[in-house]
């Protein structure tokens, strides 16, 4: 095994890491609190919402990462312990208060997560009995149980487990995610946790995972929302027993690849479980001047509401997809600009140097009719690219975000 | 009439403009050439989009209207002359010559503006034509006609005039916009037209015109996408003999007055016309540290698909507002802020201090059963404020916008 081992959709816990994953009673019948524990104290990073409201566990795991280790990590889902003020501050220090009683570990490397309801306070009694039955069920195996306590308006479970060699000693890299269903009837949040047995410097890891977090889940959207509690999580434990990987080195690239894929691939999943999504949309934009203008040009593309109507309704509409790079804050010369639309079913050009192109009608329609779309937009005019991914706007998004609570 | 006069829904041409409205067969059997045209040159100012891909037409005014005068504006509905390269800008250019020559004007003076399609080249025989049918028929009482020929999918007509006296001389001030309808199968567009006959400095007309479209048709949002066309101008030709109006005095503030309005006005005309809109929605950020985080938030709110979705579904989801204020750059204290909504049916706070208070969700679902809902969000930290008006998002914008093209 010299390369990734990619286990695509299985989440096999890394060694030294138990999780469990359980019904407390905060949402009706499935399982809301899980639990995330690594035997020995973990390497940590993490980054959470840039929004200014942030949920209670995001104020409080901010200040805690800063250390740059943890333990465990405990989520509730169906209340987000958002905009609850200093009872919710409070409610999620006892969150992780009751981890490290149970499980007789230093309570500052307890990290908290929470997604579901906004302002509604959480109901502790069975937050904390739910705690207690987390720890009681920890096991080498809880990881799908864990992944599936996490889930809210998730119509699949989000897993992906890498294998990589690092001089000779097998490391395991297993990663799950929540998102971007809209927590009835509040709203979207994502959660993503990835765990493994690599030794690695604190540095090492927090570079790695803020590049991945910013070329993977920053480069998603579903409808341009920003969640109070989106939070990603590592942990690196070490137990692998490889020689600790730093920075600058072949080892810490073959690292960053994994990790990359990883995040990668839960930042598809997410999308592809984007609310009343039918379509999913890869965005290459290419050859830009820079990698900023690269990135700002294919976010902004995923996030126009007139591209993700115009992929629902499979249409080649290459007009929405250049004004959105026009008001994308990226520079570039509109009058360069090629654009090809690609599935399984081929690959066209409908706009070359920034205007019409007699283009196949049909087989434009063809290609549109697919489940899964590639746009890539050439700027000619540098060396860099970026890929974000979107799904489209349907009229389910509509309806589910458009429901009454009741 | 010592105040301001509104004749809501009426365009009476002040003194000395004419204009024509009229069917070249551009669009299949609506009129869709527009002709304005001021006897005197007039002072001018103009204000376009910030779109990097900028269509033809606006290119060509973006350098005309520098020298702050023009005489006539010729508009054509049905393609938007964008992306079409360099013959584009040469077809611009010959429709302000056909005009110039049929009214022995000067060129330079004749702005342009396009509406509809993107990307396919301007039947230039019929616009031509067009404009020498809009010539023949220009008159005095062709405001109606010239603003019937810029609509596209708008489903009413948009139009308001003022009047009020500025030292004993009655000045009118009319104006016609169209928009946020989607020009199918591309993009939304706005356009405004504002003719006064007031006697104003270029200076002072310059400042009126773009801070009072700061404060309306920047702050308006159908679905945040920005077209490749939007453009607003006034002329203002002096005919109304009243002594010149300079920057600082009380008559540049009876001016203002009037122009706000009528840009107000229309803004919101073009908000409750917008896709698929069943509500209207104003926003109020009050009480903000500064001005930019007032309207930073304001802009937020009503781009939200979120809310707007909620809004849609008749749901008091204040933690989407509060959300949408978070991420929207304004700097502000998430645990002060006050949430409020109204509308004919009362008025009730659903959030208090960034956080859940109890209210009466039987008046709230009452309250959001109405088509015009208005949003305050109190920030409890300074003097300023700002208005944003904006839609919902139905299932019906999915379908307009997700229909293809045939």
Redesign the interface.
Known sequence: MEELEILGGSIELPKGFLASGIFAGIKKSKKDVALIYSEKVANAAAVFT?????AAPVLLDMKRIEKGIAQAIIINSGNAN????EK?FEDAVNMAKKVSQLLKIDEENVLVCSTG?????LPMEKVLKGIEAAAENLSTEGGYQAAEAIMTTDTFLKGVTAKFVIEGKIVTMTGFAKGSG?IH????TMLSFILTDASITKVALNKAFKETVDKTYNMISV??????NDTAVILANGEAQNKIIEEGTHEFDVFYKALEYVNKTLAKLIVKDGEGATKFMEVNVINAKTEKDARLAAKSIVN???VK??I????A????I??????SG?D?D??RVDIYLKSMKGEIKV?E????IFFDEALA?EILKEKEITVTVDMKAGEYSATSWGC????D???I?????T
Chains 1, 2 share one sequence.
Do not use: H, Q
């Not at 958002?82 to 003020?85: D, R």
């Not at 009837?185 to 979207?188: D, E, K, L, T």
């Not at 629902?312 to 249409?315: A, C, H, R, S």
């Not at 509409?317 to 929405?320: L, S």
């Open positions: 840039t929004n200014k409201v942030k958002a905009c609850t003020g919710g309801v906004i302002g509604a306070p809209m009837p509040n709203m979207a409808d341009g929302d920003m969640s109070t126009s509401n007139l109507t115009a629902f309704g499979e249409d509409n290459w007009g929405r250049l004004a959105a790079v026009g008001y990226a570039f509109a009058s706009c140097n920034g205007g019409y329609k489209d706007l349907s009229y998004y509509v309806k975000n458009g429901s009454y609570r």
